[in-house]
């Protein structure tokens, strides 16, 4: 049973950092991508980024370039969010999702943002973790 788990969320002002992780077990796989996506109140939930487990591309849509960093260990199975520069748009429920078929991000690094971003390419998904940039 994949079980993910994330954690790190949490109230932080606006210019301020947090490290959100996901941990993913129960989960074998030898090519498969893990996303970050997240959901302010009243909007649609929408991709933040991507990393790949077989050539370790990342992906990020354009509004966080520049200030979040995804990483993984060297199993892969925690992945970060490290999150610089927060603005008080990027307040919103982040979830970690699993791609078990590898095909997010498959088309390369630069590829359109529907092509790693879009969520219905994830089939396992965690509760989520509430980040607030507010002062």
């Known amino acids: 049973q994949v079980q993910i788990v994330e954690s790190g969320g949490g109230l932080v002002q606006p210019g301020g950092s947090l490290r959100l992780a996901c941990t993913v077990s129960g989960f074998t796989s030898d090519d498969y991508a893990i996303g970050w996506f997240r959901q302010a109140p009243g909007k649609e939930r929408e991709g933040v980024s991507c990393i790949r487990s077989d050539d370790g591309h990342t992906f990020y849509r354009n509004s966080v370039k520049g200030r979040f960093t995804i990483s993984r260990d060297s199993a892969m199975n925690t992945v970060y969010l490290q999150m610089d520069s927060l603005l008080p748009e990027d307040t919103a429920v982040y979830y970690c999702?699993?791609?078990?078929?590898?095909?997010?991000?498959?088309?390369?690094?630069?590829?359109?943002?529907?092509?790693?971003?879009?969520?219905?390419?994830?089939?396992?998904w965690g509760q989520g973790t509430q980040v607030t940039v507010s002062t």
């Open positions: 999702a699993v791609d078990s078929a590898g095909r997010a991000g498959s088309a390369g690094p630069l590829a359109p943002l529907f092509t790693w971003a879009t969520d219905t390419m994830y089939d396992y």
